[in-house]
């Protein structure tokens, strides 16, 4: 019999912590013991369906990058992400640093620059505004300057009159720097912006951020579309 050998590994895993482990807020009666598998999924950014079929061994292939993430989400020393990686027949190699420099490619701004009746942007790890199309240009023109959506909602006045439900879009954009505190935690970049929105703003760190997807949409009542951007909660910043 064909034994799933990384499965087996990942559910002793994922048993072995607790939300508290990962600083996880956790809600409702807890019928699993340790993680469930949702949440390590949200942990590692992986869609949830996909590390379910990796447990039950219907998925035997994941990258290199999905194993790197998984490791960082179950807290695994080297030993053991090194296990994992033999586990799933990869080379464990030297774990990626990922706070380098974004950029956009000049193919995705021609790309952009394609939709003239919609606003498309797009965002780094951070939530920096690294690239706009004209349409993006005209609908942030409230905000002076448009760089970063974080500091956008919690810092410029304009925020409050740009969201519908401030108080979503808020809880979004924590949610997403917690997310980058996951998979970066050493992100110079990341250190500066929770620093920055600590120090100016009372509402960044009493927000109260749930395992779920949080969402928040513009006012513009115009638009064809709605800006919005849907998050999964990680843990804070440390």
């Known amino acids: 019999m064909d034994r799933n050998h990384l499965g087996a590994f990942l559910r002793a895993r994922r048993a072995g912590l607790t939300p508290q482990d990962v600083d996880m807020a956790s809600h409702g009666t807890r019928r699993v013991t340790g993680l ?17 079929r990796l447990e039950q061994g219907r998925e035997r292939n994941p990258s290199p990058q999905v194993l790197d993430a998984l490791a960082r989400a179950l807290r695994l020393d080297g030993d053991a992400r090194t296990h994992l990686f033999r586990l799933a027949g990869s080379s464990p190699g030297t774990p990626r640093t990922l706070h380098t420099a974004a950029a956009v490619s000049p193919a995705l701004r021609q790309l952009m620059d394609g939709y003239p009746h919609t606003p498309a942007f797009v965002l780094g790890r951070t939530l ?15 905000f002076d300057p448009a760089d970063n959506l974080a500091r956008m909602i919690f810092l410029d006045p304009a925020g409050r009159h740009f969201y519908t439900d401030w108080e979503r879009a808020a809880q979004a954009a924590v949610a997403n720097l917690h997310e980058s505190a996951g998979l970066d935690p050493d992100s110079p970049r990341l250190h500066r912006l929770v620093t920055e929105l600590t120090r100016h703003s009372t509402e960044f760190g009493r927000l109260p951020v749930s395992a779920e997807q949080h969402c928040g949409g513009t006012r513009d009542p115009g638009s064809r579309v709605r800006l919005s951007h849907c998050l999964r909660s990680l843990s804070p910043p440390r």
């Open 36 to 52: 469930r598998r949702e949440e390590v999924a949200v942990l590692a950014g992986v869609n949830a369906d996909y590390y379910t």
């Open 128 to 142: 920096d505004i690294l690239a706009t199309n004209t349409l993006a240009d005209a609908l942030f023109t409230p």
